[in-house]
């Protein structure tokens, strides 16, 4: 089975059922906005993940934001231990819900991104991820996702939500540069 793609074409629910239900063993590999990503199967069952902030579940979270990029099945190569217990419902179920918890953020999410403190912004109650994302957003005026990503050591399923948290109360604007 030869699996490679678009994102836009086969989302990364589909792609894990799959490749589950065709009990396959390899390295889904994911070229996304935000870097490259990995995900190991064992016999159709997620056994590892990595992302370019993240290794384990996290990683897993931070795959299911990317909705751009191009995907492959790397099969014939020697699997890492397993380091991820969940099984792959439990793993898709967090995924999808990480994606929601992120939804308002997705459209603005390229690595050029610009994110600034809301000129009206009037900071009440913040929680602390998104005080540790919001301080350096205010100390530098204008940041990129990439380095808020650098700067604050979050993995990015915590920066979005963050962000997402943040656009929602208008303590933050987002614009994607060049476009």
């Known amino acids: 089975m030869s699996l490679k793609g678009d994102l836009k074409d086969f989302g990364l629910e589909e792609l894990i059922q799959a490749i589950q239900n065709g009990k396959k063993s390899g390295k889904l590999e994911i070229r996304g906005e935000m870097g490259i990503y990995g995900i190991f199967f064992e016999n159709g069952q997620i056994i590892h993940a990595f992302a370019p902030f993240a290794i384990g579940l996290e ?32 793993l898709l179920m967090d995924g999808i819900k990480a994606r929601e918890e992120c939804k308002n953020v997705l459209k603005y999410i390229k690595k050029d991104t610009i994110v600034s403190v809301s000129s009206d912004a009037n900071i009440d109650y913040v929680e602390a991820k998104e005080w540790k994302v919001l301080r350096y957003i ?15 050591n979050l993995t990015y399923y ?8 943040l656009l929602e109360k208008k303590l933050i604007t987002m614009e994607v540069a060049n476009g």
């Open 59 to 90: 990683a897993i979270k931070d795959a299911f934001l990317e909705i751009n990029g191009h995907f492959s099945l790397i099969e014939n190569l020697i699997l890492p231990p397993r380091t991820i217990k969940k099984n792959n419902m439990s």
């Open 138 to 152: 205010i100390v530098n005026k204008r940041l990129t996702i990439l380095d808020i990503l650098e700067k604050t």
């Open 158 to 165: 915590n920066v979005c939500k963050a962000l997402n948290n």
